[in-house]
């Protein structure tokens, strides 16, 4: 079967980082997508990684492992605004666009 | 920008009504795409569509139809609306590829069937 692991939900502190971990077992695999989406809101892009290793892009960064099913999403410097939800979704071998979403990981950012 | 549209933000239909919900988008995409989204179950992908007038059943297309008769318009229809179809649709758009490419989502339409 095809499945996508992520926490439900995490707590964190404004100004720190925190680390969201996603594994998956899918049927061939063609990338790795990171949505950020807020309560009531359309999820909207925030990274895409094919090759294993680091993509950073200003306060967020995503790793990917292919050999592992493993990829995380770093969130620096946290601001209240990036309290929201954050969905992994994985493209799956012979794909035609469709994409396979975790659940889902709350985040919440305390003062 | 790519944007996406869909015809209501919130909807509320009573058991038995035929629902129809239209999306549209403005970037020329081949693929488009629709999800539900409940609780605790994130986004389901019900049916997607890489062509005009052609159709790909998701992961869960039961009580479920679509229509694609123009390239930016993707129709999702509920022929016999029962409550446990209350949920977020989410209609999502990308360019024709091997599925690397971005999804864009709608704003998501709520819909309470009653």
């Known amino acids: 079967g095809q499945n996508i692991d992520q926490p439900t939900e995490m707590t964190a502190t404004e100004g720190a980082i925190v680390q969201i971990n996603c594994t998956y077992q899918?049927?061939?695999?063609?990338?790795l997508f990171w949505y950020q989406q807020h309560a009531g809101e359309a999820p909207t892009f925030l990274s895409y990684n094919v090759l294993d290793g680091l993509e950073e892009k200003g306060r967020f960064s995503s790793f990917l492992s292919r050999s592992k099913g493993y990829s995380y999403l770093l969130l620096k410097e946290l601001q209240m605004k990036d309290s929201a939800s954050y969905l992994c979704?994985?493209?799956?071998?012979?794909?035609?666009?469709?994409?396979?979403f975790g659940k889902g990981t709350k985040l919440s950012v305390k003062p | 920008d790519v944007k996406v549209t869909q015809s209501s933000r919130y909807l509320v239909k009573r058991t038995g009504e035929k629902v129809f919900l239209e999306c549209v988008q403005d970037m020329d995409h081949e693929n488009m795409f629709w999800y539900r989204q409940d609780p605790g179950l994130g986004l389901r992908l019900i049916y997607f569509?890489?062509?005009?007038?052609?159709?790909e059943k998701g992961d869960i297309p039961e009580g479920y139809s679509v229509s694609r008769e123009k390239k930016e318009r993707f129709s999702l229809i509920l022929e016999s609306a029962s409550t446990n179809q209350t949920s977020m649709y989410l209609c999502a758009s990308s360019p024709a590829g091997s599925g690397t490419d971005t999804q864009y989502f709608g704003p998501g339409t709520r819909l309470t069937v009653l």
């Open positions: 979704a994985v493209s799956p071998g012979g794909s035609q666009g469709n994409l396979i």
């Open positions: 899918t049927s061939g695999f063609n990338g």
């Open positions: 569509s890489y062509d005009v007038k052609m159709k």
